[in-house]
């Protein structure tokens, strides 16, 4: 996509409105004066996976948890030149920052999400992340300063193509969608060709840092150029940012992602839409396809919103190995058991990520990818194939024939957006429903179904207000974590389901979110993957997956459908936030500082003097809380993943 450089646009009265909105920053960031303070060194998620992830990272493992809190060192002045970002997945769109101060010398931020499924966070972090720097640094601290833009992502970065951002020229782009400031590329920063060309163009701009935006693996990425410039001696700081509308950048330090609730809250309209034409029609089933890639959160928090009378989660199918006779089975099932209480309609949601949750067409992928990769023709694949993939293929639709011949992702995943689940779905179910009505099993009307794919109408929204602020804050802390000197972190926000003055603002080392995936492909066989952050997929324990369950009897027969409404900026539902992230109780660091108080209480009470009573009873608790955890972390690393 070509950028536009800046030149100013016509703006709707509601895009001049939002234009206009200027988020807070919570009280811990305000004014001039910011204190670091610093936590217990971390580790890393796994403790199996410790020597692996720190053999890997010698320079950037077990650094300590970093918290911005009032202080009474002032912030250093600057001068600024801060890049751009976008937020697509294989996209990029680079700004950079040049600070003049005794303390920081440039600094430039790269944003690193995918081309896929960007929208929402390229828009957030095009304007709203830049907007929040721009106030942070050139306006409220530094008198002086230019911001410059690398023009093409990545590659303007290499070639270190720059557009000076003023105050004019964001006048129309703040809290707007699109990435169309500054354009981006499809390309990435972790060959070796790549890091090398990253490094010389912060060495030639003397850069001080270097702030990557976007998902799992872009903020892979930025660990691995941290601990490369590290290593080189190089100056420049590598910072990340937690942005993806997929949801699945969750850990014990980040709670959602930018993007996330945006893109739910603007899809949940759209499937509310339908729900409602489905109820006046009484006539339709409608299969909607929701983005998301693997996970399935987009999918799970649309639902909790809309309430529509059917999802099906890749997590709950790859749990419980089911095949696309038992999904066809399911949802035919629920369509008889309506049409017994006369009702003909229905409205079901899919993830994108669900066709390599089922079993056999995942191995059915991997036999394609494998001969695409042998430069194997599509055409010539079918006759190549196992007897029973070969049979497989033969038996699915034409339509989703070509569309898994297609070749695969650079991480070796099917091409997710252009692989039509809901169709072929849509198409099994009908021809399962004709034949039970031509047996007499089925007595209800004729089943008829409409089908939709829900991905770029909603990652092309104004974004919300709660990811307005998010990103507006992430960026103010990008800038203290500079200050800091610190590298290989990500800003980090808890609390974020309370009020925004209530969040607490911080930054974790990018080696503490990361695993190694272990895995056996045949008895006796294991092998071990690279340090990486993977993807959350939904905790079918946690207690929003339970809300569902709680409720997906009522959902089903009901028809309780529910219209949050368009996105609201002002109202009673312009503070709404993500009913996942509301149930789900994942302040870590607030319960981590709760259990410090508790430990601090024990330390006052159980001390020289105290009763014999009182000692026993705390040795005996004392005892028993360390061998349980002792246990619980035993267990936790020994998990071993069988293909």
């Not at 739910?264 to 409608?286: F, G, P």
């Amino acid at each position: 996509m070509d950028s536009d450089f800046g030149i100013p646009r016509e703006l709707s009265d509601l895009q001049k409105l939002r234009s206009l909105y200027l988020p807070e920053v919570p009280p811990c960031l305000q004014g001039t004066t910011v204190r670091v303070e610093f936590g217990d060194t971390t580790t890393c998620a796994d403790p199996a996976d410790v020597h692996a992830i720190s053999r890997a990272f010698p320079h950037t493992y077990g650094q300590p948890l970093a918290h911005f809190l009032r202080a009474t060192a002032k912030v250093p002045d600057a001068q600024i030149i801060t890049d751009h970002p976008d937020v697509s997945e294989k996209s990029r769109l680079v700004m950079g920052v040049q600070l003049k101060s005794s303390y920081l010398a440039d600094v430039f931020i790269v944003s690193q999400q995918g081309w896929e499924y960007s929208s929402v966070g390229d828009s957030l972090l095009e304007d709203i992340m830049l907007y929040g720097v721009f106030n942070t640094l050139l306006k409220s601290i530094i008198l002086k300063s230019k911001l410059l833009g690398f023009l093409g992502g990545s590659e303007g970065l290499f070639a270190q193509k720059t557009l000076e951002i003023t105050d004019e020229i964001l006048e129309t782009y703040k809290n707007q969608g699109g990435y169309d400031l500054l354009g981006r590329t499809k390309d990435q920063i972790r060959t070796t060709e790549q890091v090398k060309a990253a490094l010389n163009a912060c060495k030639d701009l003397k850069l001080d840092a270097l702030v990557i935006i976007g998902g799992v693996t872009s903020n892979t990425d930025a660990a691995q150029l941290a601990e490369t410039f590290a290593e080189a001696k190089c100056q420049t700081k590598v910072v990340g940012v937690p942005v993806t509308l997929n949801g699945d950048l969750k850990n014990q330090f980040v709670e959602t992602d930018v993007g996330f609730d945006t893109i739910c809250k603007v899809n949940s309209q759209l499937i509310s839409n339908v729900c409602t034409d489905a109820l006046s029609a009484e006539k339709y089933y409608y299969f909607i396809r929701l983005m998301g890639r693997k996970a399935s959160h987009v999918a799970l928090e649309c639902t909790l919103q809309s309430h529509p009378n059917m999802v099906i989660l890749g997590e709950e199918v790859a749990a419980s190995k089911f095949t696309l006779f038992d999904l066809t089975k399911k949802i035919c099932d629920a369509v008889q058991a309506r049409a017994e209480q006369d009702k003909n309609h229905g409205v079901i949601l899919l993830p994108e990520g669900l066709i390599e949750s089922i079993p056999e067409v995942y191995a059915l992928l991997k036999e394609i990818h494998s001969l695409l990769k042998q430069g194997v023709a599509p055409d010539s694949i079918s006759s190549q194939l196992s007897p029973w993939a070969s049979a497989l293929l033969e038996f699915l639709p034409p339509f989703i024939k070509r569309e898994l011949l297609l070749h695969p992702e650079s991480d070796d995943s099917a091409q997710l957006s252009q692989i039509e689940t809901e169709k072929l779905l849509a198409h099994l179910v009908e021809a399962e429903m004709n034949r039970r009505q031509k047996e007499g099993t089925y007595k209800g009307k004729k089943f008829n179904a409409i089908c939709h794919f829900f991905g770029y109408q909603a990652r092309g929204s104004l974004p919300s207000k709660f990811d307005c602020d998010y990103a507006y804050v992430l960026g103010h802390i990008c800038y203290h974590i500079l200050a800091a000197g610190l590298n290989g972190y990500m800003a980090t926000i808890s609390n974020l389901k309370s009020p925004s003055n209530k969040w607490r603002c911080g930054a974790a080392p990018i080696t503490a979110m990361m695993t190694v995936k272990h895995w056996a492909q045949s008895p006796g066989a294991s092998s071990i993957g690279k340090p990486a952050i993977h993807p959350a997929t939904v905790d079918l324990k946690g207690k929003a997956y339970e809300l569902l369950r709680v409720n997906a009897g009522k959902f089903l027969m009901e028809d309780l459908y529910r219209n949050p409404g368009p996105l609201q900026f002002d109202g009673p539902g312009a503070d709404s936030k993500a009913v996942s992230l509301c149930v789900e109780d994942q302040d870590y660091m607030g319960r981590i500082k709760k259990l410090q108080e508790y430990l601090d209480k024990v330390r006052n009470i159980v001390k020289p003097g105290c009763s014999q009573d009182v000692l026993k009873a705390a040795l005996s608790v004392m005892s028993s809380v360390t061998e349980v955890l002792s246990v619980m972390s035993s267990t936790s690393s020994n998990g071993l993943t069988t293909l």
